[in-house]
């Protein structure tokens, strides 16, 4: 018998094989001759010994005594909840803790506190111990296939891909002489199979009549099928219809898979892409304006792309391709002269709103001849480097930057920034690269590159000689693939730039920078994005028809879901964060679940929504979902309980790594 110190738990007795738990006030008493040795990883850092009994440590023992406390009374509330510390913020609900387990035994004590004490195991109490469980059955699964796994590649990438290497084998096979044939492989959807390979129809129209052995697509079918070399993948293989060779996936592969995940981490289910490097430019910002709604969606997009691509194992540079520079800056620093005569005056607080200071210099532009001509001298002297106005354009380039950092801090993306002003420099010689290529020609005082399919020209340099979004994005790409040496490089923007991007990519493959098959490297993609519009159908802006600023947008939405949260008996701290992470959650999900490329309207309501919906089981995988629910508690203590404990485990994991790629903190109590 064992005895232990009292734990807060939902139950009162419990039997397992060959021993019995029962609860008192004092603690919990573990009796029987086949408890096993129960040993408790808590976050891959602290190991607890429970206790020692006679009899076998089976790992399904492990998990049952744990699961009881732990895991069933709350099992689906819970399946997000977070083991491996991404969250460190939340604790579980009191009846799925375990706190200050303690066994009345000096000699465990001593060695529990050379690992931190009871102070790091309070600490890590609020773990999730689902996945404590998991973990032990994956160490012993690990020490048993040890012998195995050190002769498997670190990452053969997923299904689909496996696949494709060998159906690429069948078909090398039976057409040797096709060397473009690549393989289709496809998720099917029906009941016949996991996969199909779909490559029979388009192969056959490629050797019918070149004394071709085959008589139509179902005999290549046929073949495909039995030109594959052996492979533990495979379960089964049949031949449907004009071809199709639909493929069921081994049951043993997959549980292996799945377990090596467990072992190894996520990491080894990253994508394959034939990427080293790509450029992601995305919210791009004007220096001197408040980031307003508009910058919403490509911040979000951009960053869930970047993410993704990062998790693929590709490096990302994450660009901020802020407008730093341009004739604008001349009223800007001359304004500023105006209200600072001291430089050394200018700070966040001085100049106030950033907005209105812009609004303000703007308006005197406009109605003041005297003020516009100081303002286009400034502007030759910032661009020929005069310390007086170069140090003015650094301070507000400063301020603005604060600003921008507040809603990057909120929505947790980072980026690097290289503005207009880093690529400045790089624009002569540019032009003069595709001039001597032969591109750029003269029209109506200006400089511009004609382009077959499109009505106008692409000016890159305006009629005064001034340079424009042309002119410095040609340079950013030259500099992108030269000196960057990007494989890959995505703009995301909104759908209105989308012939301006066509042109100059066009512009770029005319200079021979880019390859004309798009599919090949180095290769350019514009990624273009639906406006966000207000409840009226119209641009989303504030009742006095200003634009509305991110900053204050995000607030909004952490506060509304603050007083929804508020009455649930949380701490302030607890309160705070978790406000934060459902609000920005929110309007991060409220933008990726639309169409990207159509406009959507912003609803706080919709967004925050905490309504109860009822359960409608119609789809056949809902109902399939449904009945093994109510099958639980059949399962707790059978044979499948250690694998569907896994299972579980594993589809966390996978969870979490999604949340993540989204840019979505999950959280795991509301």
């Known amino acids: 018998m064992c005895r232990f110190k009292p734990v807060r738990i939902g139950c009162r007795q419990m039997q397992i094989r060959g021993g019995l738990v029962q609860i008192t006030d004092e603690g919990f008493v573990v009796t029987g001759d086949d408890v096993g040795h129960i040993r408790n990883l808590i976050a891959g850092e602290l190991v607890i010994g429970f206790g020692h009994h006679h009899g076998k440590a089976r790992a399904v023992h492990y998990l049952f005594l744990l699961a009881a406390f732990v895991v069933f009374d709350k099992f689906f509330n819970q399946i997000l909840a977070d083991g491996a510390g991404y969250n460190r913020r939340q604790r579980l609900p009191n009846h799925n803790q375990i706190c200050n387990v303690e066994r009345a035994n000096d000699q465990e004590l001593d060695e529990l506190q050379y690992r931190g004490g009871w102070e790091s195991l309070e600490k890590e109490s609020n773990r999730n111990l689902l996945k404590v469980a998991s973990r032990e059955l994956i160490f012993a699964a690990k020490s048993h296939s040890v012998s195995t796994m050190a002769t498997e590649e670190e990452n053969v990438g997923n299904a689909k891909q496996q696949l494709a290497k060998l159906f690429e084998v069948s078909l090398r096979r039976i057409v040797p ?36 052995e085959f008589r139509g697509p179902p005999s290549v079918g046929q073949a495909i099928m039995k030109n594959l070399p052996d492979s533990e993948v495979i379960e089964s293989c049949s031949v449907a219809g004009p071809g199709f060779v639909n493929v069921v996936l081994s049951k043993k592969w997959l549980a292996k898979r799945i377990q090596k ?21 995305f919210s791009s910002p004007n220096i001197a304006k408040e980031m307003h709604v508009g910058h919403l969606r490509s911040t979000i997009i951009g960053d869930t792309l970047a993410r993704i691509l990062e998790f693929s194992n590709v490096e990302v540079l994450r660009r901020n391709h802020v407008g730093d520079w341009g004739t604008q800056f001349g009223m800007l620093i001359e304004f500023l002269f105006e209200k600072f005569p001291s430089i050394e005056d200018v700070n966040e607080s001085a100049i106030g709103d950033l907005q209105a200071f812009y609004k303000a210099s703007k308006q005197r532009f406009d109605d003041d001849p005297a003020f516009k001509e100081r303002a286009q001298r400034a502007v030759v002297s910032l661009q020929g480097g005069e310390p007086k106005y170069r140090n003015a354009w650094l301070k507000i380039c400063e301020i603005s930057r604060k600003e921008f950092h507040k809603v990057y801090e909120r929505l947790g993306v980072h980026l690097e920034e290289k503005g207009e002003s880093f690529y400045n420099p790089y624009i002569p010689g ?52 030269n000196e960057e040496k990007a494989d890959w490089i995505i703009y ?21 920078w880019l390859p004309t098959d798009g599919a090949l490297k180095p290769k350019v993609t514009h990624v273009g994005f639906g406006l966000v519009l207000g409840e009226d159908g119209k641009r989303f802006r504030t009742r006095s028809s200003e634009v509305v600023r991110l900053v204050d947008l995000l607030d909004e939405a952490k506060d509304r879901s603050k007083k929804v949260l508020v009455e649930r008996g949380w701490t302030e701290q607890e309160l705070n964060q978790i406000a934060e992470a459902v609000g920005y959650g929110a309007v991060k999900y409220a933008d990726l679940k639309n169409n990207r490329l159509t406009n959507y309207t912003f609803d706080f309501d919709q967004m925050l929504s905490d ?11 809902e109902r399939e979902l449904g009945l093994h629910l109510l099958q639980f508690s059949e399962v707790v203590g059978s044979p499948e309980e250690t694998s569907r404990l896994l299972l579980c485990e594993a589809t966390a994991i996978v969870m979490r790594k999604c949340f993540n790629l989204l840019g979505i903190e999950p959280v795991y109590k509301i």
């Open 261 to 281: 995940m467990l072992i190894d981490g996520i990491e080894k289910w990253e994508p394959q892409l034939p990427i080293k490097r790509a450029v992601v430019d």
């Open 492 to 512: 995301v923007t909104d759908v209105g730039q989308q012939q301006h991007f066509n042109m100059f990519f066009e512009a770029a493959k005319r200079a021979g």
């Open 177 to 212: 002489d096709e060397q473009d044939v690549a393989p289709v492989i496809a998720a099917s959807t029906g009941k016949f199979g996991d996969y199909q390979c779909n490559n029979a129809m388009g192969l056959w129209s490629k050797i019918k009549g070149k004394g071709s």
């Open 430 to 481: 540019v032009l003069k690269e595709l001039s001597d290529k032969g591109l750029i020609e003269e029209s109506q005082g200006a400089r511009v590159i004609f382009l077959e399919g499109f009505n106008i020209p692409l000016i890159v340099v305006k009629s005064d000689g001034g340079f424009n979004y042309a002119s410095t994005d040609l340079a950013a790409l030259w500099y992108r693939l």
């Open 611 to 621: 309504k109860k919906g009822e359960i409608v089981l119609d789809h056949d995988g």
